[in-house]
């Protein structure tokens, strides 16, 4: 999986609670990306970091923040969540933002 | 409304048996258009990927197609094995920003 990996892999929550996920790699690679896959809808994408501390928002960013300290990770933050935010998490990576992204193995969350 | 339609929603074919899947975008400009293999339970992992003034490209019994006049995009899938049961994800890119569009995917399943 292109040196990429996700933690946890599968998480139970409860409304109302912080969640962190987070995204490590080891490809050195500038960008990276966090997505939800969401039955009946294609990946959307949430944030995205285009090199330390520089980040922005995608499609779907409400009741989500992010950070990136270092190049290798990338930490995703639901401040207070939701059942709406029950869904699949992958995050992906690229050398720059017109090359392929390849993914991570994704984190199952359920909130309850 | 998605700027990414791909159809079929779902398709069942017999090992050794060809197949078309179908993306139909309403993104533009657009840089690239990519086809993704996404295996259950696995993250997306790229097949093709076309920019706007290519019109054809393969990757072993794979070959994407582009008409960037019609906005419309083919995955054609030769001699079919078991292995290639999986959902196949259109994705395009628009020109000047990072926000790729994905398609709902296609969910192929091949019988023996």
């Known amino acids: 999986d292109a040196g990429i990996t996700q933690s946890p892999r599968h998480k139970v929550t409860e409304t109302g609670t912080p969640v962190t996920l987070r995204c490590h790699q080891t490809e050195n690679h500038r960008y990276m990306y966090w997505y939800r896959q969401d039955p009946g809808h294609g990946l959307r994408l949430i944030h995205y970091s285009y090199g330390v501390k520089d980040t922005d928002k995608g499609e779907v960013s409400d009741g989500y923040s992010v950070s990136r300290s270092k190049t290798e990770d990338f930490l995703l933050t639901l401040e207070s969540a939701t059942s709406s935010q029950t869904s699949v998490y992958f995050c992906?990576?690229?050398?720059?933002?017109?090359?392929?992204?390849?993914f991570g193995p994704g984190t199952r969350l359920l909130v309850l | 409304k998605n700027q990414v339609e791909q159809s079929p929603q779902s398709l069942i074919i017999l090992e050794g048996k060809n197949c078309t899947l179908q993306c139909n975008y309403t993104v533009s400009p657009f840089s690239n258009l990519r086809w993704y293999k996404q295996d259950t339970g696995r993250g997306p992992v790229s097949l093709t990927i076309m920019t706007f003034s290519e019109n054809t490209k393969s990757n072993g019994r794979y070959t994407a197609t582009l008409d960037a006049d019609t906005k419309q995009s083919s995955l054609h899938i030769t001699a079919s094995q078991l292995s290639d049961s999986a959902s196949y994800i259109c994705v395009v890119s628009p020109l000047n920003n990072n926000d790729m569009r994905f398609g709902a995917g296609t969910r192929l399943t091949v019988k023996p």
């Open positions: 992906a990576i690229s050398r720059t933002n017109q090359e392929t992204q390849y």
